[in-house]
């Protein structure tokens, strides 16, 4: 009979045939011992990986941010602005740097590369127009660094525009493993409540040459 250690803070027993499996799981050391018994042999196992690094494993699952502002200038100067990327760092807190701006293929938006910042971990990729609709909807598809989709929706009404911004991103297993997943939500909802500040202010502020 095997006794159980009494740091073990996990057991688990299995039978088949004529084997017998006992898993020990242990809190003060962080390893697994395995013993198996069968009717010929008792082999004794220690897997030398960290518990938690064996049964740690990040899901990755799509956040989504909604958000709008109304902008006191026409539909089309919205739109214009935000259509071309070398705007972005303008604007985006976290946008370090747009480069390699070429036309798209697909239609009169852009592709691009790009380097941002998510809860101070710095990430690089490749950004291209997916919809392009002019004075009324704007997406964008980033890849190779962080997957989101940006979706921008416009809206005149009368002298002004009602802008509406939809953020859909997945958090990369490499921040989870440094920041809690709540922090970076809370984070990215800042940022994008600053994003929408920072167009108004800049298309409000800023005179309109005929």
Same mark, same amino acid.
């Given at each position: 009979?095997?006794?159980?250690?009494?740091?073990?803070?996990?057991?688990?027993?299995?039978?088949?045939?004529?084997?017998?499996?006992?898993?020990?799981?242990?809190?003060?050391?962080?390893?697994?011992?395995?013993?198996?018994?069968?009717?010929? !042999? /008792?082999? %004794?196992?220690? *897997?030398?990986?960290?518990? #938690?690094?064996?049964?740690?494993? +990040?899901?990755?699952?799509?956040?989504?941010?909604?958000?709008?502002?109304?902008?006191?200038?026409?539909?089309?100067?919205?739109?214009?602005?935000?259509?071309?990327?070398?705007?972005?760092?303008?604007?985006?807190?976290?946008?370090?740097?747009?480069?390699?701006?070429?036309?798209?293929?697909?239609?009169?938006?852009?592709?691009?590369?790009?380097?941002?910042?998510?809860?101070?971990?710095?990430?690089?990729?490749?950004?291209?127009?997916?919809?392009?609709?002019?004075?009324? !909807? /704007?997406? %964008?598809?980033? *890849?190779?660094?962080?997957? #989101?989709?940006?979706?921008?929706? +416009?809206?005149?009404?009368?002298?002004?525009?009602?802008?509406?911004?939809?953020?859909?991103?997945?958090?990369?297993?490499?921040?989870?493993?440094?920041?809690?997943?709540?922090?970076?939500?809370?984070?990215?909802?800042?940022?994008?409540?600053?994003?929408?500040?920072?167009?108004?202010?800049?298309?409000?502020?800023?005179?309109?040459?005929?």
């Amino acid at each position: 009979m095997v006794g159980l250690p009494k740091n073990a803070s996990q057991a688990r027993f299995s039978k088949k045939g004529g084997d017998a499996r006992l898993e020990i799981n242990s809190m003060s050391n962080n390893r697994r011992v395995r013993i198996t018994r069968s009717s010929l !042999r /008792l082999k %004794f196992e220690l *897997n030398t990986e960290p518990f #938690s690094e064996v049964r740690k494993e +990040f899901v990755m699952t799509t956040k989504t941010i909604i958000r709008d502002i109304r902008v006191d200038t026409s539909v089309d100067r919205v739109f214009d602005f935000l259509a071309d990327p070398n705007n972005l760092p303008e604007i985006w807190p976290n946008i370090i740097e747009v480069k390699n701006v070429k036309k798209s293929k697909d239609n009169p938006g852009f592709n691009f590369n790009w380097t941002y910042k998510m809860s101070g971990l710095p990430f690089e990729g490749k950004c291209e127009t997916i919809e392009y609709m002019p004075y009324d !909807r /704007l997406a %964008f598809k980033t *890849n190779k660094g962080l997957d #989101s989709t940006i979706t921008w929706r +416009f809206q005149p009404s009368g002298q002004e525009t009602h802008v509406t911004l939809k953020f859909e991103y997945q958090i990369p297993s490499s921040l989870l493993k440094r920041i809690q997943e709540d922090v970076v939500i809370q984070e990215n909802e800042h940022e994008v409540a600053a994003l929408l500040q920072n167009l108004k202010s800049r298309l409000e502020l800023q005179p309109v040459y005929a």
